[in-house]
């Protein structure tokens, strides 16, 4: 079941609409040659330098890149970066891929897995596997991608690369700002706006102030289907609200100091979930109510969504000694999330088999994931300065973090329809079973981590343009778990908590030689080593799992590291008075131990399994140009060929969830390409606006949502007590667990002048819907359904600095 439209004639017809007048505005006020391109000034080594100069690969998206292509977050920012794939599980929840490094789709409840990206708010790592913070674009100086394994400068969670948020910081003796509003429309959808702003304060000559505050109105574009015939269009709307402030001290050349606050709120009312089935709402039933949830709909009973508290506060001092620099980054997190879902399909999937009435079955049921995470980091290294031959780095790391996790899923009166349904017996309510009343299932687990790290880096630069160099990573890592299961639906712990521990400790090196031709040509060749670390599993629920699912995926207590070796050959070229450059790499990434999440079918569990080997190869190339004042070009694609080089069997030889040799690896797509073009024509209107247009489109290849999804049979769902419930007219359905390959046109126009843009743009000019990732309870058994994309989208925004 597969709706979409791929409206190709519409896309070039409005890109040459633009393209035909920006020529003929063009001819009228003759191109002269003028600067190149932007010369962009990255932190990527832990020092300043520029992109081309950067010995491998690296992209960087300046804020007026970021607002040029139509992003307003990082998923969608993520279409404009080659090889960087964000799977989009709603606001708040994302998961992301570097050149198709990827083991699947983290699932909400296994807070234990650690990230295959890092991802940083400057120098401080805010990366969560699967709740990678939503945070705000705006006042951002740049967004950096740095690809392939960076195990060496930024430790564990880096193994396919790094996201670094870098924000504008406090300029002393500078007084500016920025104000933004902006207001959009969402096709059959509801309407959103923001309003945000920004100002730098001087406080005295070796003082600054900057604060940032914005609040997002976020569109909701899903038609939930409820109880009795409700219907509610934009079901998923959302809002968000944020501020920052930075205080910078330099009281000589010598020293800066720079403490900051971070706040953000994210609330949201539902989740962009295309329903394909839902035992409680499909189109199949006859005794119960038949519903066609359409392109855009879902069935549930009550409202879901997301509540996620951020809070951090940083503090960064900076020691400028003449031969050295020492730089130390203090950090502390505070995060608490509450994920809401309706999961009366699933308890009811199981009160069906029990023999329940259809008011058994559609008892309210809702299942909340409460996350709260605090950490604490310190870096603390110091840096060569000049231009000597040989420059060096060299720090210490520490990271001591607390994650308390736990799920319950109250449903009012269970306990008495499980004693109505299976009679009068022991253990059957949820207090025999550890939980609290008419709870039929309860979690509460704590994890205490802690990672020690000494890490350094040098480069020695020889007198016939080559430089070498050379570092390494020390870690050790020390995590503790308490468990505590209960309810009727889990394998009760008993009173006391089970504990696990797991703790390991390796080196991560990096070689990179490099040579320079000319000053417009660097060729490197790399090769550095990553690692993800590894973590314990859950418990089955074993009172769900059927026998074969439980023989098949109990057993397995723990997971080990993950390591990756990765090779690669790069060019960074610049033409023609660097008007044009061009970025070329072919790497190879060979993976051990490559930790891949399961779902264990009936029993309604995540299990994480090593695969022995697993590589990912390919090649990426960037090609941007400004061959005069009027006009931009840029085209940028990834093409990744990444799979299983190992299966993992079980007891009977078979393959365990799709983990055989040859299966694709998951989330991130082969192929995945982005073009822009841009016109600009100075003094356009009354002699003084500029006038600017971009157009940016995205194309993303198919990929799956989890190795097992591929298995043959996998789209078909048939069978089983529980799929009869309101005597459906079939005895199955098929879906097409691929998700296939889209497109994303976006377009904006606009003009600007005296510090004024005022600009009106169309995201999604086709209304592409986007399969983005398989949402399946139950093992398929209670719903599947389809994470979306947000529809064409019409808009306009004003912005004025000052």
């Not at 976020?218 to 409700?230: D, E, Q, S």
């Not at 089935?277 to 997301?306: D, K, M, V």
Request: net charge neutral; charged share 20%.
């Amino acid at each position: 079941m597969n709706t979409r439209n791929h409206s190709h004639g519409l896309v070039l017809g409005a890109v040459s609409a633009v393209l035909a007048w920006s020529a003929q505005a063009q001819q009228a006020a003759a191109p002269a040659k003028g600067a190149g391109l932007e010369e962009i000034v990255v932190t990527a080594t832990k020092r300043e330098t520029s992109l081309h100069d950067v010995p491998f690969s690296v992209a960087a998206v300046t804020a007026d890149q970021v607002r040029a292509s139509g992003a307003g977050n990082v998923v969608e920012l993520a279409r404009n970066v080659a090889g960087l794939t964000i799977t989009d599980l709603g606001p708040g929840q994302s998961q992301v891929a570097i050149r198709g490094v990827s083991a699947g789709q983290v699932i909400r409840d296994q807070p234990g897995v650690k990230p295959q990206v890092g991802v940083y708010l400057d120098e401080t790592p805010i990366s969560v596997a699967l709740f990678t913070p939503d945070l705000d674009l705006f006042d951002l100086d740049r967004f950096e991608v740095l690809r392939g394994p960076q195990g060496t400068l930024f430790g564990s969670g880096s193994i396919a690369g790094t996201l670094r948020y870098i924000t504008a910081q406090p300029k002393i003796g500078v007084h500016e700002g920025l104000v933004e509003v902006g207001a959009s429309t969402v096709n059959n959808g509801g309407t959103g706006g923001d309003i945000k702003g920004a100002v730098n304060l001087p406080t005295s000559a070796t003082t600054a102030l900057r604060l940032v505050g914005y609040h997002d109105e976020l569109p909701g574009f899903i038609t939930a289907y409820g109880p009795n015939g409700g219907v509610e269009k934009g079901a998923n709307s959302g809002k968000k609200d944020g501020a920052r402030v930075a205080f910078t001290w330099k009281p000589n050349e010598v020293l800066s100091i720079t403490p900051r606050l971070v706040y953000q709120k994210l609330t949201t009312d539902g989740y962009p979930r295309i329903d394909i089935y839902n035992i409680l709402g499909n189109p199949y039933t006859t005794t119960e109510p038949a519903i066609n949830l359409g392109n855009r709909g879902q069935y549930r009973q009550f409202r879901e969504g997301i509540d996620d508290d951020f809070r951090l506060g940083d503090l960064k001092l900076v020691v400028d000694a003449g031969v050295a620099t020492l730089t130390s980054i203090t950090s502390y997190t505070d995060r608490k999330i509450t994920v809401l879902r309706d999961a009366s399909q699933l308890t009811g999937s199981v009160t069906y088999q029990f023999g329940g009435t259809s008011a058994d079955v559609r008892t309210n049921s809702p299942l909340y994931d409460r996350h709260h995470l605090k950490a604490l980091s310190q870096e603390l290294r110091l840096a060569s300065n000049g231009k000597d031959a040989l420059q060096w780095l060299g720090g210490i790391y520490f990271e001591h973090l607390k994650r308390d996790y736990g799920q319950d899923l109250p449903t009012p009166g269970y306990d008495a329809i499980v004693t109505r349904l299976l009679g009068p017996g022991p253990g059957l309510t949820s207090a025999e079973n550890g939980a609290p009343p008419d709870t039929p299932f309860f979690s509460d687990l704590h994890y205490n981590f802690t990672q020690y790290a000494a890490f350094g880096e040098m480069t020695y630069k020889f007198a016939n343009r080559t430089a070498l160099t050379a570092g390494a990573r020390w870690f050790r890592f020390d995590e503790d778990r308490t468990l505590y299961f209960g309810g009727l639906f889990s394998a009760p712990t008993g009173p006391t908590p089970i504990p696990g521990s797991t703790s390991s400790n390796g080196l991560a090196p990096r070689a990179i030689l490099s040579f320079e031709p000319s000053d417009d040509i660097k060729i490197n060749v790399e090769a550095s080593r990553g690692f993800r670390l590894g973590g314990i599993n859950d418990p089955l629920n074993a009172p769900l799992c059927q026998p074969a699912d439980l023989a098949s995926y109990g057993g397995h207590p723990d997971w080990k590291d993950e390591w990756a070796w990765n090779y690669e050959v790069g060019a960074k070229m610049r033409f023609d008075d660097r008007r044009v450059s061009f970025n070329v790499a072919a790497f190879y990434s060979d993976i051990k131990d490559l930790q891949v999440p399961a779902d264990a079918g009936s029993c309604s569990s995540r299990v994480v399994f090593n695969v022995p080997k697993a590589r990912s190869q390919g090649i990426e190339a960037e090609l941007y140009a400004r061959p005069n004042t009027n006009w931009d070009f840029g085209i940028s694609a990834t093409y990744a060929d990444a799979t299983l080089q190992s299966s993992v069997l079980d007891s009977a030889g078979q393959p365990i969830a799709g983990m055989v040799s040859g299966a694709r690896m998951p989330t991130a797509p082969k192929l995945q390409a982005v073009a822009s073009v841009g016109f600009t024509l100075p003094t356009a209107f009354a002699n003084k606006w500029d006038f600017y247009s971009n157009v940016v489109g995205q194309y993303v290849g198919d990929s799956y949502t989890q190795i097992g999804d591929e298995v043959a049979g996998f789209g078909t769902v048939s069978g089983g007590a529980f799929f009869h419930f309101g005597n459906p007219t079939v005895n199955g359905f098929t879906f097409n667990p691929k998700l296939p390959a889209y497109q994303i046109v976006n377009l904006r126009a606009g003009v600007r002048a005296n510090g004024w843009d005022v600009a009106a743009y169309v995201n999604n000019v086709t209304d592409e819907i986007a399969y983005l990732s398989v949402d399946r309870e139950r093992g398929r058994r209670a719903r599947v359904g389809f994470l979306t994309n947000q529809p064409r989208t019409f808009g306009v925004s004003i912005q004025k600095k000052f």
